[in-house]
């Protein structure tokens, strides 16, 4: 009963918290997961075709455009290149936009961690991205809170305090696997790639942590995976919504070197996909169920094999963030996939 109380309590106060702190934004116009949507995809990777899959969409980047992508643990080479991403940045004048992580890449590996600003910036200019674009790290002067349509389990989005400055966002998302959430896709870009560091311990820990302290302290509150899953797809439409107040949001994923690995993993398992193509479309949910269903209907060859990833996506339960999605009005898994190539 004590320990009831207490957890209790202790919700009260990150609920009070996160409502104080909240900045009111109200939610924009969800798709329902009766309706279809459209998914446009490429076979071509080049800096060209990420230009015709945007057009493709028909929507135009307006005002001050973040280009969120992730820049990359120190050694690890998956990330979505500087080149391949330059033309598109630089035609819609986007920035681009990180924030720090909540984690050490390992007390040997101090010049590749990106949990500080100052180390985070030496990273981001070693692969290349600052001689080519502006880049903002959003939560390196604080952060700002705002509201969740789904408060099962976040009462609020904590994200980097430089959100504020855009108008547009671009989800640049590089799809692969990742070891917590099973995958990295669309859904993972906007909630934990968006997250302060505060922001990234709250989700991860299902809103039992609002405020990061050490590794050992919040990795003792992953043991709810569907409830981490969950908070990811609610800190997504928080996003989504935010976003949809002012200019819009657009999402845009490219699948190539699909290790099982995340791009915040410093030393990746070997990539053993062979690269597919870039998908695009306007609802999230259909883009990342998109290329699960790609990987899934590959075939296994001496040069490609999908068996780990969707091993790594089952063991994970990963399909659980896009069920979640779809169920709290975020988009739809049913999706029109329409090739440009043709």
Partial sequence: MKKTLLALFAAVLVFAGCKQKTTEVQAQPQVQDSQEATVYVTRDISPEALVK???????????????????????????????????????????IVECNTAYT??????????????????????????????????????????????????????????????????????????PMGGYGGALKNLSIGCASQNGKAYIHSAGRMEKLNMMKLWT????????????????AQAVTDYFGK?????????????SIDCDCVD??????LEDYGILASTDPVALDQACIDIINNQKV????????????????HGLH?????AAIGLGTRKYNLVNIDK
């Fill in 53 to 95: 899959i945007y057009q493709a969409l028909g929507v135009e980047a307006k005002g001050r455009v973040a280009v969120k992508i992730s820049t990359g643990e120190g050694s690890n080479p998956n990330y979505l290149k500087p080149e391949l991403i330059k033309n598109l940045v630089q035609l819609v004048d986007g920035t």
């Fill in 105 to 178: 890449s390992g007390p040997l590996n101090k010049k590749d961690d990106r949990n500080t600003s100052e180390n985070h910036w030496k990273v981001i200019e070693r692969h290349g991205f600052t001689p080519l674009f502006k880049v903002d790290i959003m939560d390196e002067e604080g952060e700002m809170r705002i509201p969740v349509q789904d408060t099962t389990h976040i009462k609020c989005d904590i994200v980097g305090s430089h959100m504020e400055n855009y108008d547009f966002m671009i989800a640049l998302n590089h799809f692969k696997g990742h």
């Fill in 220 to 235: 003792k509150y992953v043991d709810d995976q569907d409830g981490f899953l969950e908070s990811m797809a609610a800190a």
């Fill in 246 to 258: 002012k200019e819009g949001i657009i999402y845009i994923s490219v699948m190539n070197n699909m």
């Fill in 267 to 272: 030393h990746p398992e070997p990539v053993k």
């Fill in 301 to 316: 060859t001496a040069t490609n094999d999908p068996t780990d990833l969707l091993a790594r996506i089952d063991k994970q």
């Fill in 321 to 325: 963030t896009i069920e979640h999605a």
